[in-house]
């Protein structure tokens, strides 16, 4: 539950930042993605704390700017090159930061 309402509060100052004064309209940067084969995985900011047995599944082969959507696989919108990441039942775990962070496909 605290996790959710850390989430909402983070995206609503997300939202805020990219609000500029003055300004009528709102320009949204896309959400921290990564595009695995023909999927793509939004961040949800979520820490996985156990990890399936096996091997790492692949790895961030290529870093596009952070308002870009990845359009290759193996690619990513935030600064994570080269780093690893395993396959889960309902998404990736990519590693960031010392962390295993929650990716969803949407």
């Known amino acids: ?10 995206l609503l100052m ?3 930042a990219c609000y500029p004064a003055g300004s009528k309209t709102v320009e949204v940067q896309p959400a921290p993605a990564v595009l695995i084969g023909k999927y793509t995985y939004y961040w949800t900011g979520i820490e996985v704390k156990e990890l399936p047995e096996g091997a790492v599944s ?13 359009t290759h696989s193996d690619e990513a919108n935030i600064d994570c ?10 998404g990736i775990a990519l ?3 010392g962390q295993w962070i929650f990716f969803r496909p949407e």
């Open 58 to 70: 692949g790895r961030i082969g290529s870093v596009v700017p952070e308002t870009v959507v990845p």
């Open 81 to 90: 090159l080269d780093a690893p990441y395993i396959y889960l039942d309902d």
């Open 95 to 97: 590693y960031l930061n």
């Open 14 to 16: 997300l939202f805020a």
């Open 1 to 10: 539950m605290k996790k959710r309402i850390l989430m909402i509060l983070m």
